[in-house]
């Protein structure tokens, strides 16, 4: 069976500090990658996407990159961090051609002080 | 176009009662429409899905219902039970490879005992 690691589950980070967060799919090759952002009391905002190694789609300007060095990893990053980053930052894969059944992780707690 | 609209933000039921989501969207364009089940503190999973070919959708004590000349369609628990007492988002997107989910804002829902 299919299974998504993301990690870690909780950070807590200081302004213009960096950040590197790691997702991982096991039990599936060549899935489409996606992280979401959702802020408190909010939806869910699509920020990066990747159908294949190193193919990476942003969906809005902003102070992350996203990047896919393995077919089931997907890492996010940013250079230096902004109070506006913190948020519930979620890792989700979906099965390639079936984009609309999405498998969420368990998601990052990111606080920016 | 691409927005999907969720009412309410949140929603307080008592036990056994009727726990009533609506969603509206515009693009004429989507065909699958899910929802999504988020508990705090973790990701978002699929919990029922309907495509705009029937008008209803039935998975045990949830129900879709799709108005698609309204372009609305609406998630309704049954005997509303504690355990239910989550975030809950509607989506919509076109299915296939080049679609995307759009997602409601959520609603947060209590289910007093």
């Known amino acids: 069976s299919q299974t998504i690691h993301q990690w870690p589950a909780t950070l807590v980070q200081p302004v213009g500090s960096p950040l590197s967060l790691e997702c991982t799919v096991e039990?599936?090759?060549?899935?489409?990658l996606y992280w979401y952002r959702q802020a408190a009391g909010r939806g869910l905002q699509l920020l990066f996407y990747?159908?294949?190694?190193?193919?990476i789609s942003s969906e809005v300007p902003q102070n992350l990159s996203a990047s896919r060095p393995q077919d089931r990893q997907f890492i996010l990053s940013s250079k230096k961090l902004l109070l506006s980053d913190s948020g519930f930052y979620l890792c989700?894969?979906?099965?390639?051609?079936?984009?609309?059944?999405?498998?969420f992780g368990s998601g990052t707690q990111l606080s920016v002080l | 176009q691409q927005q999907v609209k969720q009412s309410p933000q949140s929603l307080i039921v008592q036990k056994g009662g009727i726990s009533i989501i609506n969603c509206a969207y515009e693009?004429?364009?989507?065909?699958?429409f899910p929802w999504y089940q988020q508990f705090p503190g973790k990701g978002p999973a699929l919990l029922i899905a309907?495509?705009?070919?029937?008008s209803e959708k039935k998975e045990g004590r949830f129900t879709i219902s799709f108005n698609k000349s309204a372009k609305q369609f609406s998630l309704h628990i049954m005997d509303s039970q504690p355990g239910d007492s989550a975030t809950y988002f509607c989506?919509?997107?076109?299915?296939?490879?080049?679609?995307?989910?759009?997602f409601g804002q959520g609603t947060t829902l209590q289910v007093k005992p």
């Open positions: 990747s159908v294949g190694i190193g193919q």
């Open positions: 309907i495509r705009p070919d029937v």
């Open positions: 693009n004429t364009a989507f065909d699958y």
């Open positions: 989506a919509a997107t076109v299915s296939g490879n080049t679609g995307k989910l759009i």
């Open positions: 989700a894969w979906s099965v390639w051609r079936i984009r609309e059944k999405l498998f």
């Open positions: 039990g599936t090759s060549n899935p489409n």
